[in-house]
C-alpha cells in the first residue's frame, strides 16, 4: 500500500513566479491537510478537506494561497506571486473518515523563493 | 503561542540511553499524538494517546499523558542512533468540530550518539 505522495520534491522559483504543489493522498482517506513548515518553526495548519469540500481555509496566510481537490483524492497547493518568505516545506498528510486519529504524512516540498 | 510545547528543545544521549521528552499543552483534548521526523522531511507517526488513558506503549516508547496538568512525557528506552530525529508533539482539541486540527509544538530534536 502507497502512502501519501508529493511532488515535486524541491522548488526553487523566482520571486513573483507562481507554483503549484501536488498530493497523492492514501487511497480511501476522505481527509486532506495542508501543512507549512518554516525554518525554525513547529508545523503550521493551512487547510483541511473532507471530500473534494474545505471547511477550513483558516490557515491559508494570505489570498495568494489557495487549495482545491479533485475526485476526493488528489490536491494542488497553489501559491500566486511566490515571495521569499514563502520559503517552506510544505507538508500534506491524510487520514481515514474519522478526523481527529492519526494523520499520515507526505515526505514534503521544500519550497525555495530566491 | 503554540498548543503544544516541547522541551528540552534539544537533547544530546548516548546509545543505550534513556531518553525523555516533555509536552505541555494549554486547552483541552481528544487525543494526544507525538511524531517523529527525520531530516526536516515527512512526519512519522508514533502513539496516539486518548485524553482517558494515562500510560501507553509501543516497542521501545511509553507515553504518558497527565491531562490535570496538560502535559505529556515521550520515553524511548535503550536509544539507537537510528533514532536521531525531531519528535513532535501534536494535539487534537476536543469538541467544536475542529478536532482534526492537530497543534504541533516545536519539537525536540534528540541526537543519539553511537
Known amino acids: 500500500g502507497a502512502g501519501v505522495s508529493q511532488s515535486p520534491s524541491n522548488k526553487v522559483t523566482e520571486k513573483g513566479k507562481d507554483v503549484e504543489l501536488r498530493c497523492d493522498p492514501i487511497?480511501?482517506?476522505?481527509?486532506l491537510y495542508w501543512y507549512r513548515q518554516s525554518l525554525g518553526q513547529g508545523l503550521e495548519f493551512l487547510i483541511y478537506?473532507?471530500?473534494?469540500?474545505?471547511?477550513?481555509k483558516s490557515g491559508l496566510p494570505s489570498d495568494r494561497f489557495s487549495a482545491e481537490r479533485t475526485g476526493g483524492s488528489v490536491s494542488t497547493l497553489t501559491i500566486q506571486r511566490t515571495q521569499q518568505e514563502d520559503s517552506a516545506v510544505y507538508l500534506c498528510?491524510?487520514?481515514?473518515?474519522?478526523?481527529?486519529?492519526?494523520?499520515?504524512f507526505g515526505p514534503g516540498t521544500r519550497l525555495l523563493v530566491l | 503561542s503554540q498548543q503544544g510545547e516541547e522541551d528540552p528543545q534539544a537533547l544530546s544521549i548516548q546509545e543505550g540511553e534513556n531518553a525523555t521528552m516533555n509536552c505541555s499543552y494549554k486547552t483541552s483534548i481528544n487525543n494526544l499524538q507525538w511524531y517523529r521526523q527525520n531530516s526536516g522531511r515527512g512526519l512519522v507517526h508514533l502513539i496516539l494517546i486518548r485524553s482517558n488513558e494515562r500510560e501507553k506503549h509501543s516497542g521501545r516508547l511509553r507515553v504518558t499523558l497527565d491531562t490535570s496538568k496538560k502535559s505529556s512525557s515521550l520515553l524511548i528506552t535503550a536509544s539507537r542512533a537510528a533514532d536521531t530525529a525531531s519528535y513532535f508533539c501534536a494535539t487534537a482539541p476536543k469538541g467544536g468540530g475542529s478536532n482534526y486540527k492537530l497543534t504541533f509544538g516545536k519539537g525536540t530534536l534528540l541526537t543519539v550518539n553511537p
Open positions: 498528510a491524510s487520514s481515514p473518515f474519522q478526523i481527529g486519529e492519526t494523520q499520515y
Open positions: 487511497s480511501g482517506h476522505t481527509a
Open positions: 478537506f473532507q471530500g473534494n469540500s474545505a471547511p477550513d
